[in-house]
């Protein structure tokens, strides 16, 4: 069974970093496309990072520049760094992994990210 756990949201200062963790269990990374979403406070989920085939990587507006995802093999996790954090970057963060050549989807349960002004 495929298990994806998100970890390292918290409260967090206006032009702070935190860095988002994704473990996967029950597979391998590497045969994912992976991203990252986030639903604010009365707002729709919305896509902020992906990561396609390993190699290729696609950012929202407001997170280029800012943001960055990435992935270690070794450890079958996927981390969504993110520095100079804004009010408005609030929301729960969630990793979603789909299966290459497949239907297969599957989502952690959301991490909290807190930016004080």
């Known amino acids: 069974q495929v298990q994806l756990v998100e970890s390292g949201g918290g409260l967090v200062q206006a032009g702070g970093s935190l860095r988002l963790s994704c473990a996967v269990s029950?597979?391998?990374?590497?045969?994912?496309?992976m991203g990252w979403y986030r639903q604010p406070p009365g707002k729709q989920r919305e896509l902020v990072a992906a990561?396609?085939?390993?190699?290729?990587?696609n950012y929202a507006d407001s997170a280029k520049g800012r943001f960055t995802i990435s992935r270690d093999n070794a450890k079958n996790t996927v981390y969504l760094q993110m520095n100079s954090l804004k009010p408005e970057d609030t929301a729960v963060y969630y990793c979603n992994a789909r299966r290459l050549m497949s239907s297969r989807e599957y989502w952690g349960q959301g991490t909290q990210v807190t930016v004080s002004s």
């Open positions: 029950g597979s391998i990374v590497s045969l994912y496309n």
């Open positions: 990561m396609i085939s390993g190699v290729t990587t």
